[in-house]
């Protein structure tokens, strides 16, 4: 076996054990185990259809509101999200791409025509563009969270010398399918993954020229965690440095199909994690983690904006 296959092999047999330490299960604790995640199932289903009864809007009725659970719970990445009311690198970059061959109605639906996953998609190619035009030789570049690290991997890199990718994530299955992804585009001796806290980057202080974060922010209430974050990505970048990240703005769309968006995650999947920042707000922000030549790319529905920053030269 080459050498950096085996490389491969130890880390993917590594990031399962530090998933499962402590976890080591007798058939009893499986099955208790799986009962408790059906009975968690079950839990969430009950309170879904419970906030369908108390939904007091005229834009769908109770029974299609209904039905778009029941798609939901018969899609594996549908059931993912109503569960973990969120997406993992896995299911966004399974939207983005599109699922050409889907016949499951809400995730075609999500698919073709939810305005935040056309945004994110779109945002998506606006990162890809910031990214590569940033790359060039000796430049050491992070993605936090990496998710399926699709962000890095799927640049171009011909002609380049002394390119690195690291990956970072706390999500032990991301961490596993972006280095399986890293190897299938034979990457691997290129790249290296951590598990590491985005908040908690200390070992990595002045170490990458690119950092490229999407996500995470959304996830946030509190401005000054966020503000935090920053500081974590501004320390990790070498002088002259550059963070690629976006943002969540406020919803301003009123179509069928914004309506029917903010239904599904609302009332039917119940999201609580979309917090909503301006381009003022994330301007100060950036500018108090101590960022210049701040520049915001929106998508066309002005929803996840695009923004790079830099960390002044010494």
Known sequence: MHRTSKFFLSFLIGVLLMSSVGNAATTEDNCLISHKITASLDLQVDEA????HAFQGTELSKEEMCSMLDQLLDHPIGKEVFMCKGLNGKNTQ??????????????????????????TRER???????????????????????????????????????????????????????????????????CNFSKTDAWSLASFVNMFNLVASNGLNIYVKEDARVV??????????????????????????????????????????????QNFRTEDLTRAQLTEAGFIDIEVIYDSQRMFPTVTAKKPEA
């Open 228 to 273: 935090e974050l920053y500081k974590e990505f501004f320390k990790i970048l070498k002088c002259g440095g550059t963070l690629v990240t976006s943002f969540l703005t406020p919803p301003t769309l009123v179509s069928e199909d914004a309506i029917k968006q903010r239904i599904l995650f609302g009332t039917i999947i119940g999201v609580g994690w």
């Open 94 to 119: 399974f939207l983005i791409d599109g699922a050409l061959d889907e016949t499951n109605t809400i995730i075609r639906w999500l698919c073709d025509k939810a305005p935040a996953v056309l945004a």
């Open 49 to 52: 259809k419970a906030r369908i």
């Open 124 to 190: 998506f190619g606006i990162f890809q563009l910031e990214l590569q035009k940033r790359l060039d030789n000796n430049v050491h570049s992070a993605s936090i969270p990496c998710g399926t690290m699709n962000d890095l991997l799927r640049l171009n890199i011909a002609g380049k010398s002394d390119i690195c990718f690291t990956g970072i994530d706390l999500d032990p299955e991301s961490l596993i399918l972006a280095a399986q992804k890293a190897e299938e585009k034979g990457y691997q001796e290129i």
